[in-house]
């Protein structure tokens, strides 16, 4: 029996992100299918209501009749809509799409295809005139933000692109929105927000990334998460130190599940170690600085007295970025297995006791343990034996 085939966080999220696409990818047809049988069926079952307890169920009725016309409207709507067919470029599968799609992930072998709203030419690799990333794409697609280097890109390889600013390390002239400089290899200031009118960092944009581009967006995220760190100090407040403890490690989750890409990648990066140590550090920073709130947040006077507002400590035991942290520990050591299990750990950090509308700290052993077990990583770039906490 062959092995089953392992994904990464970010495929199981590309996964999931394209399942929730059906009905714009010009496969919602079964679904709205299934509404118009339902109204079928709900509709039969008003009439033997009716006739066998000779009463008649208006409730029964109005929502039969709804699911009956919502199901044929959606269903027509589809099945006038999956009016192309589209070929991967790369694993030459095929894909009947909305005549209305511009963008659809493979799910073969999860390339992103990029296509104009009309029967167009099939999408074909077209390679940044930047960095050199071949994207699959038709010509009337428009234009698009390159999914590893962030330039503003036109189907036409030989369209230039528009200047920018220089490169904050050695001065060169870069394209605009450019995320790193080709000549130096420094990755720009973030700035993730919309660059250009109906285009944006999204999924998609994710989806087309090689793991260059991961570990470019990696070093971005990364240089967000200390500025968040950053402007933490400004405030006095514990709480709300902790909250920002909370959403730097949540943002570093991110840089993280964009480094097991660059990992498990076939061919190796440039600099994945620096990249690594860095991530190492900070995780620990956050961690012991995460560790030091909640410890003098369980000694004030308002935790012991009745607690905090329950909306305050929800995010505390939250902790997306734990199966992120272990998949890249387990491999840099080298000790992957084949179910994930060092990456799997998903026990809170932090416990919480509801009462009412406040929450109180009841035990944060986990976290501590976890302060300790990271130095030893750094020290020594292995991982203990995992203690269930």
């Known amino acids: 029996m062959s092995n089953p085939v392992h994904l990464t966080l970010f495929q199981e999220e590309a996964n999931k992100y394209q399942a929730t696409q059906y009905r714009t990818k010009g496969q919602g047809v079964k679904a709205d299918g299934k509404v118009l049988l339902f109204g079928i069926l709900g509709l039969i079952l008003f009439a033997g209501v009716a006739v066998l307890a000779k009463t008649v169920s208006i409730p029964l009725l109005a929502i039969s009749v709804l699911a009956i016309v919502l199901g044929f409207v959606f269903t027509a709507k589809s099945a006038s809509g999956a009016s192309k067919t589209v070929t991967c470029p790369k694993c030459k599968s095929k894909h009947a799409l909305n005549k209305n799609v511009r963008k659809f992930m493979c799910p073969t072998c999860r390339t992103l295809l990029l296509m104009g709203s009309e029967p167009a030419p099939e999408p074909q690799f077209v390679a940044c005139s930047y960095c050199g990333l071949e994207t699959a794409v038709t010509t009337g697609h428009g234009n698009f933000l390159c999914p590893d280097c962030g330039i503003l890109r036109q189907p036409d390889p030989s369209a230039k692109w528009q200047p920018g600013a220089k490169c904050l390390k050695c001065n060169t002239h870069n394209p605009a929105h450019a995320m790193v400089c080709m000549s130096c290899g420094a990755v720009q200031a973030p700035d993730l927000s919309s660059p250009e009118p109906g285009l ?37 407040s514990t709480l709300n130190q902790l909250k920002y403890s909370q959403m730097s490690l949540e943002l570093l989750g991110k840089v993280m599940v964009s480094f097991e890409e660059v990992l498990c990648a076939p061919s190796g990066v ?27 947040l369980m000694s004030s006077a308002v935790h012991q007295r009745k607690g905090f507002a ?75 034996t995992p203690a269930n906490v």
């Not at 440039?270 to 003098?296: F, M, P």
């Open 310 to 384: 329950d909306n305050s400590l929800s995010a505390i035991e939250s902790e997306p970025y734990l199966a992120a942290r272990r998949r890249i520990e387990s491999l840099v050591a080298g000790r992957t297995d084949q179910t994930y299990s060092l990456g799997r750990w998903g026990e809170s950090l932090v416990r919480v006791k509801r009462n009412d509308a406040h929450g109180q700290i009841t035990n944060f052993q986990g976290l501590t343990a976890e302060a300790s077990r990271v130095k030893v990583w750094a020290n020594n770039r292995s991982i203990p």
């Open 200 to 236: 944006k960092y999204d999924m998609d944009w994710k989806i087309g990334k090689s793991a260059r581009g991961h570990a470019i967006l990696a070093t971005s995220y990364l240089m967000m998460t200390r500025d968040l760190h950053t402007s933490s100090e400004k405030t006095d």
């Open 270 to 296: 440039k600099d994945t170690a620096q990249l690594g140590v860095e991530i190492d550090r900070v995780y620990g920073e956050l961690i012991v600085w995460k560790s030091n709130c909640v410890s003098e």
